[in-house]
């Protein structure tokens, strides 16, 4: 079964529009994280926002917020007020168990969405 | 600040050939690192792990091998090169203790071509 789920293979915005990418995620370990990057056309993987399963408030940063729904297992990137800039693949990743101590840390990824911002 | 250096950016090489590619973390110590293979148009997947020197973990298992000869270098490693092992390779790093210790931070990548 897939661990990470990104269902919008691609999405269009409008510049200055807010946008949402899904994610939804599968683990039985309660303990985990959520993570999104972007990939822009270079290559490099950006981090943009972290999400830990017993956090009690959505992440967020600048204009990144995280939205959590633990109980639909779903963590959707809300990226406010677009700009060009944003125009690059985003992916959404999870660490399962805790992120300390001797921990792998291993990160799953999903498969991606490819977000275009229009002029 | 902590940085990250990969090398080479590209390399084509022909199916056979042997690999190295390297990875290099700046600023930091003991930190956990990563290599991740994403082929065209895919998500990221983890091959090997590394929590100190000469501790190497691998996730798939293929013709491809790992080592940490030193604290902040992470080297990939193949005798024989497969067509399908072209793709883009990531090394990361992540602090392995204190704060802010769930990112991981990526390095500007490799892309390798078999021809």
């Known amino acids: 079964a897939q661990k990470i789920t990104q269902t919008q293979p691609g999405m269009f915005v409008q510049e200055k529009e807010a946008v949402t990418l899904d994610c939804t995620y599968d683990?039985?370990?309660?303990?985990?994280?959520l993570f999104w990057y972007k990939q822009p056309s270079s290559g490099e993987m950006i981090f943009l926002i972290y999400?830990?399963?017993?956090?009690?408030q959505n992440a967020t940063e600048g204009r990144y917020s995280l939205n959590f729904q633990k109980a639909r297992k779903s963590a959707n990137l809300v990226i406010s007020a677009s700009q060009l800039g944003d125009s690059a693949m985003y992916f959404c990743?999870?660490?399962?168990?805790?992120?300390?101590?001797?921990?792998?840390?291993?990160?799953?990824f999903g498969t991606g969405t490819l977000l275009a911002v229009q002029p | 600040s902590q940085t990250i250096h990969q090398w080479p950016a590209t390399l084509v090489q022909p199916v056979g050939s042997p690999l190295s590619l390297e990875c290099t973390v700046e600023?930091?110590?003991?930190?956990?690192l990563y290599w991740y293979r994403q082929a065209a148009g895919r998500g990221l997947q983890l091959l090997f792990y590394?929590?100190?020197?000469?501790?190497i973990s691998s996730e798939v298992p293929q013709n491809l091998s790992a080592s940490r000869p030193q604290d902040r270098q992470f080297i990939l490693s193949s005798k024989k090169l497969l067509l399908s092992d072209s793709g883009f390779y990531l090394c990361?790093?992540?602090?392995?203790?204190?704060?802010?210790?769930?990112?991981?931070?990526f390095g500007p990548g490799t892309r390798l071509t078999v021809l």
């Open positions: 990361a790093w992540r602090r392995a203790s204190g704060s802010s210790y769930n990112e991981q931070f």
């Open positions: 999400q830990g399963s017993y956090d009690q």
């Open positions: 683990t039985s370990d309660p303990s985990y994280g």
């Open positions: 990743a999870m660490r399962e168990g805790p992120g300390y101590g001797g921990a792998t840390n291993k990160l799953i």
């Open positions: 600023g930091t110590s003991n930190p956990n």
């Open positions: 590394s929590v100190g020197i000469g501790q």
